[in-house]
């Protein structure tokens, strides 16, 4: 599930052409403990592995005590990509999530997604079209 909505996050986040200097995980238990972490990055992220890896790894040094009710991840400190190449990050993985995102938005969402979210179609929809009203993109 935490695949998923890190999986969102960084589509909206390329369909801006944003990066985040920031990113944040919260959650709550079923007994009603509310729980969360945010924290700013030392380099920007706007791919969805980067998001997710960041964010998983509050998930497993925490440790999840009981049944959880809610999940939420997202990103904050938004700004706009600098032209300026990583030292050590590839070329081709832009180009790889670029022609991914390409694929699904001219065929569908998730028409091509990673097996860790298969069968996750029905879960974490979006609640609130921001990006729907009257047809407007804001």
């Given at each position: 599930?935490?695949?998923?909505l ?15 200097l920031?990113?944040?995980?919260h959650?709550?238990?079923?007994s009603g403990?509310v729980?969360?972490?945010r ?30 009710a809610?999940?939420?991840a997202?990103v904050?400190?938004?700004?706009l ?6 030292l050590?990050k ?21 028409l ?10 029905k879960y974490?929809n979006d ?6 009203l009257?047809?407007?993109d804001?």
């Open positions: 599930m935490l695949y998923k890190t999986a969102k996050t960084g589509k909206r986040l390329r369909e801006r052409n944003q990066i985040a920031g990113a944040y995980i959650w709550s238990y079923v403990l729980f969360g972490k924290f700013k990055l030392k380099s920007p992220v706007c791919s969805t592995e980067d998001i997710f890896r960041l964010t998983s790894q509050v998930l497993n040094n925490v440790g999840l005590k009981n049944k959880v809610m999940l939420a997202g904050f400190n938004l700004g990509p600098s032209n300026q190449l990583g050590f590839q070329k081709q993985d832009h180009q790889l999530i670029e022609a991914v995102d390409n694929i699904n938005s001219r065929y569908g969402d998730q091509i997604y990673r097996g860790t979210m298969w069968k996750t179609q974490a609640r609130i079209g921001f990006r729907k009257d047809g407007l804001y």
